[in-house]
Every structure is written in structure tokens, then in C-alpha cells.
């Protein structure tokens, strides 16, 4: 079974950071993209951030310039840097894989999500 931990929300003052982990496990599992989605109160779950295996990433556009995803291969550990946060950024933020089993199909996989909070 595929599990991903994510740690690292909290509360924040507009203008401050916060950094995001996940770690992805499952025994023989490998993990494909990897990412960050982001769900806000009465919104629909929307991406926030991917990085694929070989460090291309994606960002959608209300981020791009602030946030900054990476990942640890190695440790199946993608992360991410929120900076200049704002008080729309607040939301209950999801880790992503994708992950099989050798030959098999790839398919998704959520983390229980942790909540960022931007407020004055």
C-alpha cells in the first residue's frame, strides 16, 4: 500500500515562508510525478505544483515566482518552498504521486493533507 506523510503547514503572517515535506512509501512501489494540489474553502482541489522524476516542474500561475518545488529521489521526499505567502495562498494543501508496482499501471495517490494558513 502507498503512503504519503506530508508535515510542514502551520500559520503564517502575509509575506512569510513556510516549507512542505512528503515522504512517499510503499513496498515496491515506484513513484512517478510527484506534487503539491491545493484545496481552499468552497473551491475546487486545483494544482499548485509538480515535479517529475528528472526535475522538470510545473507551477500553476498564481505561485510561479513564489513557490519553489524539489524533490529528494532517493528518499521518495518532494517538497515545497512557499515564500511571499498571501492570504489567498491559505488552504488545506494535498501531496500527490503517481506510483506502480513493476509492469503495472501508474496511479494516483493522496496524502491526508496539512493546512496553511495566511492571516494578519
Known amino acids: 500500500q502507498v503512503q504519503l506523510v506530508e508535515s510542514g503547514g502551520g500559520s503564517v503572517q502575509p509575506g512569510g515562508s513556510l516549507r512542505l515535506s512528503c515522504v512517499a512509501s510503499g513496498r515496491s512501489f515506484n513513484f512517478g510525478i510527484m506534487g503539491w494540489y491545493r484545496q481552499a474553502p468552497g473551491k475546487q482541489r486545483e494544482l499548485g505544483a509538480t515535479?517529475?522524476?528528472?526535475?522538470?516542474?510545473n507551477y500553476v500561475d498564481s505561485v510561479k515566482g513564489r513557490f519553489t518545488i524539489s524533490r529528494v529521489n532517493a528518499n521518495n521526499t518532494v517538497f515545497l518552498e512557499m515564500n511571499s505567502l498571501k492570504p489567498e495562498d491559505t488552504a488545506v494543501y494535498y501531496c500527490?504521486?503517481?506510483?506502480?508496482?513493476?509492469?503495472?499501471?501508474?496511479?494516483?495517490?493522496w496524502g491526508r493533507g496539512t493546512q496553511v494558513t495566511v492571516s494578519s
Open positions: 515535479i517529475t522524476n528528472g526535475g522538470t516542474t
Open positions: 500527490y504521486s503517481t506510483a506502480w508496482k513493476g509492469y503495472a499501471s501508474a496511479f494516483p495517490y
